[in-house]
């Protein structure tokens, strides 16, 4: 009798965990039905797969539209560079099926400084100029290995999951490019932004150790304003 008792609880426990799991992890998930419209008002919406979601009867074509991103966009910020997402945010209909886009733009000799997407493999296809991109691998038996590339219109290169890439404009004239994500929110962590500007700061003797500087050098770099492109 304990003994079934006992199992009854470990079972009530393993179920209560796999809820909380399943309530506080976000992942892009394979959709159980055609789509998932988000929406911000729950009184309009069904509760479907653990999102709300528009009543698919109430779904409309505008809501897999977004027009716009044949304009080119303001570059005149110290990175040379402007990047505007396509996410859920501004396609709600893109919610959970794991894709995502962005328009690149780049001043002349504009850069679009090292960063990572945690969650996402980019596809990067250039429209207009010429530009300078790279990643480097993971620390590891491949030991940060820089692939570079330079890359033309029509051309097409990958920044695998995770790891940090570039793009410089190397060319006299402007340049476009477009991105696309293997996630609807692939995230982005800018090197620079998060090292020498988070808030609060990382304590400088820290990073005077990691990069092997002067502490000087640190402190002047955690006065910066870090900005972002995006
Ligand atoms: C380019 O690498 C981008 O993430 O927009
Ligand atoms: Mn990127």
Not at 39 to 49: E, G, I, Q, R, T
Not at 53 to 77: H, Q, Y
Not at 100 to 113: E, H, I, K, Q, T
Not at 180 to 199: K, R
Request: proline share 7%.
């Amino acid at each position: 009798m304990q003994i079934i008792m006992k199992a009854k609880y470990l079972i009530i426990t393993m179920a209560l965990l796999a809820l909380a799991c399943s309530l506080t992890s976000a992942y892009d998930p394979s959709p159980l039905q055609d789509f998932c419209v988000a929406v911000k008002d729950p009184a309009s919406a069904l509760f479907v797969n653990g999102k709300f979601c528009k009543d698919p009867k109430l779904a409309s074509a505008n809501d897999f539209f977004l027009s716009g991103l044949n304009i080119p966009r303001d570059t005149s910020n110290p990175l040379g560079s402007n990047v505007t997402a396509v996410n859920v945010d501004n396609l709600a209909g893109l919610n959970t099926l794991g894709v995502s886009l962005a328009r690149v733009d780049f001043a002349p000799y504009g850069l679009n400084p090292p960063h990572t997407h945690p969650r996402g493999t980019e596809l990067f296809i250039v429209l207009e100029g010429t530009l300078y991109a790279g990643f480097v691998t993971s620390d590891g038996d491949a030991g940060n290995r820089l692939f570079t590339k330079m890359l033309y219109p029509g051309d097409v290169f990958v920044f695998p999951f995770g790891l940090i890439h570039f793009q410089l404009n190397v060319g006299k004239t402007k340049a476009v490019a477009f991105a696309s994500f293997s996630s609807q929110n692939p995230g982005l962590i800018t090197i620079a932004n998060a090292v020498f500007g988070s808030d609060p700061k990382i304590n400088p003797d820290v990073l005077t150790k990691a990069f092997q500087v002067d502490k000087k050098l640190v402190e002047y770099l955690q006065k910066q304003i870090w900005l972002s492109n995006s």
